[in-house]
């Protein structure tokens, strides 16, 4: 058996990429004519070092192990590090977490209070674990962001080992360091909204995918699957967006027959059934009884919710209401074209924009020159190519969800693109280490010289967005860029006079300049992000903590408003209301403290009192829940202390107007002032 090499260096046909140390670092013979069609069958490496090199925690070379614990180590490290600050970060997410502390039925389905009222506008997946780990520990908001960062630590730690099976533990290095040095997930995996578990699902999908291709492994491919379906209950259907480019590379690289990847891939559907489905079985044949009600659908459903307003309605802006295609802890814009305000003018150079562009787009340029340069140095490498599968998996992945979100209408915001980070990250580790083991070929070097120029480039331009902040690094990155470039095109490293031992000085040099023209800006901007502690809705990476506000509040507003609403906003350390109103609520005896319209109102006053308070309206005061029979019939049994006045259902609007509610209150109960907030005490 051969294994054949293309002028790229890398993609061995058949084999898997674990090769000799040497292969590291010694360039791949090319033809003399410099011919890009012809390829050199070669002997395979030794069985025992191929095997070797695929074994976790078998022999390896002596600086793998230590390069992979400390790639960990200071992932931890830059996501753990004080993390405290954050404080409840999103205070919606917060509230649904600490009610599923209190409650294992708020738990299950994702209720936004202990009293299981109403949920958040999400499936609960994502909820689960720091709930859990409140349940373990004590709810605190170390309890709830910890296990955000640890799987953060878990999504580098498992793109690492997929990079390494194709193109060996460098690549790896570079793909693992690349995803933790990118701005938007050092900000979510130190945040507590649904993207950090969303990603990690996406990562290990991946991987699991990778393994299934290696060997047609439909077990693989089946647990691929209901990963994804884990997926799609943390954040809906942006969990099945990589499923096209998953089932492309298996059925494209799979060493079996096409019927056998056709029912492979039908494995992994049954897959994504199981777990998704009976999750969606389960809370649609409860009784709404027994459980919350379903925000963010006008019927109670969890299927009109996903297919609706967290679906065609993302993509489309349909949908009415005060924030058209809006969601929970998300607020989005008037109309089906509020989302501008937030993720930019939709378009193709969406991701490159001022919304989008420092959260993720650091490597984008470079990760799509090297998806298309290794999808033309690979084009003759046989079927079952692990490199080429690799390049369609993360390609597809990539191409498919940035087209998504940059094209959509309805509600995007520039955190979404976390999911984009992996894919990023696995296109530019596999593509440079790649085309660096074959810098001999001229075409080769040239790629790479571009692609670092332009990255260097592209940094300078994003670090000038924000021009008060360390202006000579622009400066410092274009040079870097510039040199790098020239001694990949001279091939500095490869000088015939210089001796062995300088060489090797040489080629350590180009490989450090490299690595500083292309990611010195993504790290900056990165180590700022993490500096920053973030609260509110809308979080965003840089230098600047800057965060909007659930609903129409500014992040950091505590208190009440001159509205009278309670609780807008997100600060350090949580939302509180005033004094007066905490007090208030807590010695209130009745299932729910208080009823307010908006689900950040009612958020802020749950961590503030440790109550459960009903948001009337769900989001944003415009889901048909409770009607005003339904609110009457809980107050007849003394369920609701207390009704705020104010709030973002005081605007009217929305899919189902409650203003009948608050009129009702106002000519059956005396007003009183609390704080700054109008208050109504029901009942007797």
């Known amino acids: 058996m051969t294994a054949t090499i293309s002028p790229t260096a890398g993609a061995q046909g058949g084999s898997p990429a674990g090769r000799p140390p040497?292969?590291?670092?010694?360039?791949?013979?090319?033809?003399?004519?410099?011919?890009?069609?012809?390829?050199?069958?070669?002997?395979?490496?030794?069985?025992?070092?191929?095997?070797?090199?695929?074994?976790?925690?078998?022999?390896?070379?002596?600086?793998?192990?230590?390069?992979?614990?400390?790639?960990?180590?200071?992932?931890?490290?830059?996501?753990?590090?004080?993390?405290?600050?954050?404080?409840?970060?999103?205070?919606?997410?917060?509230?649904?977490?600490?009610?599923?502390?209190?409650?294992?039925?708020?738990?299950l389905f994702g209720s936004l209070d202990a009293g299981n009222a109403i949920t958040v506008d999400?499936?609960?997946?994502?909820?689960?674990?720091?709930?859990?780990?409140?349940?373990?520990?004590?709810?605190s908001a170390l309890s709830m962001l910890i296990p955000q960062a640890l799987m953060g630590v878990a999504a580098v730690g498992l793109l690492y080992l997929t990079i390494k099976r194709v193109s060996g533990p460098?690549?790896?290095?570079?793909?693992?360091?690349?995803?933790?040095?990118?701005?938007?997930?050092?900000?979510?995996?130190?945040?507590?909204?649904?993207?950090?578990?969303?990603?990690?699902?996406?990562?290990?999908?991946?991987?699991?995918?990778?393994?299934?291709?290696?060997?047609?492994?439909?077990?693989?491919?089946?647990?691929?699957?209901?990963?994804?379906?884990?997926?799609?209950?943390?954040?809906?259907?942006?969990?099945?967006?990589?499923?096209?480019?998953?089932?492309?590379?298996?059925?494209?690289?799979?060493?079996?027959?096409?019927?056998?990847?056709?029912?492979?891939?039908?494995?992994?559907?049954?897959?994504?059934?199981?777990?998704?489905?009976?999750?969606?079985?389960?809370?649609?044949?409860?009784?709404?009884?027994?459980?919350?009600?379903?925000?963010?659908?006008?019927?109670?459903?969890?299927?009109?919710?996903?297919?609706?307003?967290?679906?065609?309605?993302?993509?489309?802006?349909?949908?009415?209401?005060?924030?058209?295609?809006?969601?929970?802890?998300?607020?989005?814009?008037?109309?089906?074209?509020?989302?501008?305000?937030?993720?930019?003018?939709?378009?193709?150079?969406?991701?490159?924009?001022?919304?989008?562009?420092?959260?993720?787009?650091?490597?984008?340029?470079?990760?799509?020159?090297?998806?298309?340069?290794?999808?033309?140095?690979?084009r003759c490498e046989s079927r079952t190519s692990k490199t080429r599968a690799a390049l369609l998996l993360w390609g597809g992945w990539l191409v498919i969800t940035a087209g998504i979100f940059s094209f959509m209408s309805g509600t995007v915001h520039p955190y979404y693109a976390v999911a984009l980070a992996p894919a990023i990250a696995a296109l530019a580790g596999i593509g440079s280490l790649e085309l660096w083991r074959g810098r001999a070929y001229w075409p080769a070097r040239v790629v790479l010289a571009v692609t670092v120029l332009a990255t260097s480039v592209w940094s300078a331009v994003l670090l000038g967005r924000d021009p008060a902040w360390l202006p000579g690094l622009r400066v410092v990155i274009v040079v870097l860029g510039v040199l790098a470039a020239a001694a990949l095109l001279l091939r500095a490293d490869g000088m015939a006079a210089l001796p062995a031992r300088f060489r090797k000085a040489a080629t350590a040099g180009v490989v450090i300049l490299c690595l500083l023209a292309g990611g010195l800006g993504s790290t900056a901007w990165t180590l700022a992000t993490a500096a920053q502690p973030h609260s509110g809705s809308i979080p965003t990476s840089g230098p600047t903590a800057s965060a909007m506000g659930g609903g129409f509040g500014a992040a950091g507003r505590t208190g009440t408003d001159g509205a009278g609403s309670a609780g807008m906003g997100g600060g350090p350390g949580g939302e509180t209301s005033s004094a007066e109103l905490t007090a208030l609520l807590k010695s209130s005896g009745a299932k729910w403290s208080a009823i307010v319209s908006g689900a950040t109102q009612a958020a802020g006053l749950e961590l503030a009192t440790g109550t459960s308070v009903i948001a009337l309206g769900g989001w944003n005061g415009g889901d048909p829940y409770p009607t005003l029979a339904q609110f009457q019939a809980m107050v007849d049994r003394g369920e609701i202390g207390y009704f705020i006045s104010g709030g973002m259902g005081g605007m009217g609007g929305g899919r189902g107007d409650n203003s009948e509610v608050a009129t009702w209150v106002a000519a059956n109960y005396p007003a009183q002032t609390v704080g700054n907030a109008t208050v109504y005490k029901l009942g007797a």
């Open 22 to 107: 040497a292969a590291e670092e010694q360039p791949h013979p090319v033809p003399k004519d410099g011919g890009t069609a012809t390829h050199r069958p070669v002997s395979p490496a030794p069985a025992a070092q191929v095997r070797r090199d695929r074994l976790l925690f078998g022999p390896q070379p002596r600086w793998v192990r230590p390069s992979a614990a400390l790639l960990l180590v200071v992932t931890a490290a830059l996501y753990l590090w004080n993390l405290e600050a954050t404080g409840y970060a999103n205070s919606f997410y917060a509230a649904a977490i600490q009610a599923g502390t209190k409650d294992w039925t708020a738990l």
């Open 170 to 378: 460098a690549a790896g290095l570079l793909a693992g360091g690349a995803l933790a040095l990118t701005p938007v997930a050092a900000l979510m995996f130190r945040f507590n909204n649904p993207d950090a578990m969303l990603t990690l699902c996406l990562v290990l999908a991946a991987h699991l995918t990778t393994r299934a291709i290696e060997k047609a492994g439909w077990k693989w491919l089946a647990a691929a699957g209901a990963v994804i379906g884990l997926a799609f209950l943390s954040k809906m259907l942006q969990g099945f967006l990589i499923v096209p480019g998953l089932a492309l590379a298996y059925l494209w690289a799979a060493p079996t027959t096409l019927g056998r990847r056709l029912l492979h891939l039908l494995a992994a559907a049954a897959g994504i059934a199981v777990v998704a489905g009976s999750y969606i079985v389960l809370f649609q044949l409860t009784p709404a009884s027994v459980r919350p009600y379903m925000a963010g659908s006008e019927t109670n459903s969890f299927l009109e919710l996903t297919f609706g307003y967290n679906g065609l309605g993302r993509i489309t802006g349909s949908g009415g209401g005060i924030l058209a295609g809006g969601n929970a802890g998300n607020a989005g814009g008037p109309g089906g074209s509020g989302n501008v305000g937030f993720g930019g003018t939709a378009g193709i150079t969406r991701m490159f924009g001022t919304s989008f562009g420092g959260e993720v787009s650091w490597l984008l340029s470079a990760a799509l020159i090297l998806l298309a340069a290794g999808l033309w140095f690979t």
């Open 122 to 139: 999400k499936p609960p997946a994502a909820l689960w674990i720091p709930a859990l780990a409140g349940r373990i520990f004590g709810f």
